[in-house]
Nanobody
């Protein structure tokens, strides 16, 4: 059974940092784009960041560019999201997601309908 499991969420004060982790099990995702989405209460799930399967290409939403960094370790089947200079508007449930297809362009993951696998989510709360 395929699983993506997020961890690392929590409560943090604004301007501080937090690192989320996503562990993939059940199959290898070493050739799939993996990324992060988030969803705040009363809003739609939105794209945050994605990284290509080789790790050489990443893409970020404008709202997090320059503050968040996505990385991956294919040997460990892990993906990370380092979040810095956090703001209260970053408060949301953060989801790890993998492209349904392998060897595709990283920008495919901007569209949720290209996601084949979702994690259960981890809550990030940023207090002012």
């Amino acid at each position: 059974q395929v699983q993506l499991v997020e961890s690392g969420g929590g409560l943090v004060q604004a301007a501080n940092s937090l690192r989320l982790s996503c562990a993939a099990s059940g199959r290898t995702f070493s050739r799939n784009t993996i990324g992060w989405f988030r969803q705040a209460p009363g809003t739609e799930r939105e794209f945050v960041a994605a990284i290509s399967w080789r790790g050489g290409t990443s893409y970020y939403s404008d709202s997090v560019k320059g503050r968040f960094t996505i990385s991956r370790d294919n040997a460990k089947n892990m993906v990370y999201l380092q979040m810095s200079t956090l703001k209260p508007e970053d408060t949301a449930v953060y989801y790890c997601a993998a492209d349904r297809a392998a060897d595709r362009d990283v920008l495919r993951l901007l569209r949720p309908d290209n996601v084949g696998y979702w994690g259960q989510g981890t809550q990030v709360t940023v207090s002012s």
